[in-house]
Antibody, heavy 117, light 108 residues
Framework: QVQLEQSGADVKKPGSSVKVSCMLS????????VTWVRQAPGQGLEWMGG????????DYARQFQDRVTFKADKSTTTAYMELLSLTSDDTAVYFC??????????WGQGTLVTVSS | DIQMTQSPSSLSASVGDRVTITCQAS??????LNWYQQKPGKAPKLLIY???NLETGVPSRFSGSGSGTDFSFTINSLQPEDIATYYC??????????FGQGTRLEIK
């Protein structure tokens, strides 16, 4: 069974950075895309971008491209999302999701990142 | 970028009702439209892909239709476990990927 397991909740200070991991079990990355989506409290889903681990190619949403980095380690089938210069507006649940193209049929459980002084 | 307009933003219906949610794209996206269900505190779950294809294991009371710019999602015979927020998502001409604003479904 293909599953994505994300790292645990985190609390960060404004101006710091956060790194969230997303480990794939039950399969290899293959041709899958790992996408990152976040959801602020009580809000909708916001696409942050994605990575194609087989090539390491990335796409970033315009609003994040200056401060987000996606990486993937094929040997451990783990993807990472690092977000810099955190503000309170970055308080959200961050999801990774796996799929082909732009359709995502496997999701991680989500990681709550709280930014607070 | 493509904009997705989803309506209604919230909906209240009775068990057994037929429920329909619509999603309109700002430009032609062919049939590259997915529907997800998200229950409180949980990750989204893919229900419908490519506008009308039912994901494996999803009950047949869920269906989707449409192409081009206008799409709809229907639940036939609403069940209590269908309480959730539903999102459309376009995946034409990536990137970026755009989600609709969501429809919160409640039981009367």
């Amino acid at each position: 069974q293909v599953q994505l397991e994300q790292s645990g909740a985190d609390v960060k200070k404004p101006g710091s950075s956060v790194k969230v991991s997303c480990m794939l079990s039950g399969d290899k990355f293959g041709s899958y895309t790992v996408t990152w989506v976040r959801q602020a409290p009580g809000q909708g889903l916001e696409w942050m971008g994605g990575i194609l681990p087989i090539f390491g190619t990335t796409d970033y949403a315009r609003q994040f491209q200056d401060r987000v980095t996606f990486k993937a380690d094929k040997s451990t089938t783990t993807a990472y999302m690092e977000l810099l210069s955190l503000t309170s507006d970055d308080t959200a649940v961050y999801f990774c999701a796996l799929g082909l193209g732009g359709t995502f049929d496997t999701w991680g459980q989500g990681t709550l990142v709280t930014v607070s002084s | 970028d493509i904009q997705m307009t989803q309506s209604p933003s919230s909906l209240s219906a009775s068990v057994g009702d037929r429920v329909t949610i619509t999603c309109q794209a700002s430009q032609d996206i062919n049939n590259y439209l997915n529907w997800y269900q998200q229950k409180p505190g949980k990750a989204p779950k893919l229900l419908i892909y490519d506008a009308s294809n039912l994901e494996t294991g999803v009950p047949s009371r869920f269906s989707g239709s449409g192409s081009g710019t206008d799409f709809s999602f229907t639940i036939n015979s609403l069940q209590p476990e269908d309480i959730a927020t539903y999102y459309c998502q376009e995946n034409d001409n990536l990137p970026p990927i755009t989600f609709g604003q969501g429809t919160r479904l409640e039981i009367k």
